[in-house]
């Protein structure tokens, strides 16, 4: 009697294990302004203790040397030392050159540091280095500034300064204004060849109604009345606005 030997194969399994993936630690811009600590993350979220999320910075105002811990979220974990605040500020010296720009001149540092200032607070990524002298072309709207000495890396507390708006550009007004009296309303039309935002309708001074057409429906005028268009840029100023008077 034969027998048959079975031999079962036998499978090995060899597990690579992958390295796991490092942790990457906080990239952050850190600004000393005075009695202000600014943090802001170059990559990925983070966490500083101690400090305030506002606006994509982290902030905490303190005079003295200070050291903190910054968490970058999902990875490490990195500690952080700033100077102590340094207590004066540039004096500055503005002058207006023409209607669209002023000159600003600063003493009392070897260098400084312009920025936009939004509520009240420096735009970190808005800095602008100079010696001595920077001149400030205006907007047509008021813009806030502050402005640091540099002493040994650290910035100094802010002076503060608004540049008034200029003189608003010159809007042209619409042409061929007409009143048209239909039998239960009157329509006032107008044409217009510029580029605008949209147009405002007044009857006697007050405001009806808006409009991006180059017509507008209104009811039929009882006696004499005055109808004034006044057009939005697209910058968003008002014209001084045409008008016509009716007369029954």
Same mark, same amino acid.
């Given at each position: 009697m034969k027998r048959s030997l079975f031999i079962a194969p036998l499978i090995f399994s060899c597990g690579i294990k992958a390295n796991p993936e490092v942790l990457k630690a906080p990239e952050v811009d850190i600004r000393r302004i005075g009695e202000h600590i600014y943090v802001r993350s170059l990559a990925g979220d983070i966490r500083v203790?101690?400090?305030?999320?506002?606006?994509?910075?982290?902030?905490?105002?303190?005079?003295?040397?200070?050291?903190?811990?910054?968490?970058?979220?999902?990875?490490?974990? #990195? $500690?952080?030392?700033? =100077? &102590?605040?340094?207590?004066?500020?540039?004096? @500055?010296?503005?002058?207006?050159?023409? %209607?669209d720009r002023i000159s600003l001149t600063a003493r009392g540092f070897d260098a400084y540091r312009l920025y936009h200032l939004e509520e009240g607070s420096p735009l970190l990524t808005s800095a602008r280095d100079f010696k001595e002298s920077i001149v400030i072309q205006k907007d047509y709207w008021e813009?806030?500034?502050?402005?640091?000495?540099?002493k040994d890396g650290v910035e100094s507390k802010m002076?503060?300064?608004? #540049? $008034?708006?200029?003189? =608003? &550009?010159?809007?042209?007004?619409?042409?061929? @204004?007409?009143?048209?009296?239909?039998? %239960?309303?009157?329509?006032?039309?107008?044409?217009?060849?510029?580029?605008?935002?949209?147009?405002?309708?007044?009857?006697?001074?007050k405001e009806v109604g808006r409009t991006r057409g180059f017509s507008f429906e209104l009811d039929l005028p009882e006696g004499e009345a005055e109808y004034r268009v006044k057009v939005i840029s697209t910058l968003g100023f008002e014209s001084s606005g045409r008008s016509i008077v009716y007369k029954p």
């Open positions: 203790e101690g400090f305030e999320n506002k606006r994509g910075y982290w902030i905490k105002s303190s005079e003295r040397a200070l050291c903190f811990d910054v968490q970058r979220i999902g990875g490490k974990r #990195a $500690k952080f030392c700033v =100077p &102590p605040a340094v207590q004066k500020e540039p004096s @500055l010296d503005i002058k207006e050159e023409e %209607e813009r806030c500034y502050g402005i640091t000495g540099l002076a503060k300064l608004c #540049a $008034k708006p200029k003189k =608003p &550009p010159h809007i042209e007004e619409v042409e061929g @204004l007409e009143l048209r009296l239909g039998k %239960e309303k009157a329509y006032l039309i107008w044409f217009y060849r510029g580029d605008y935002r949209e147009f405002v309708v007044f009857v006697n001074g």
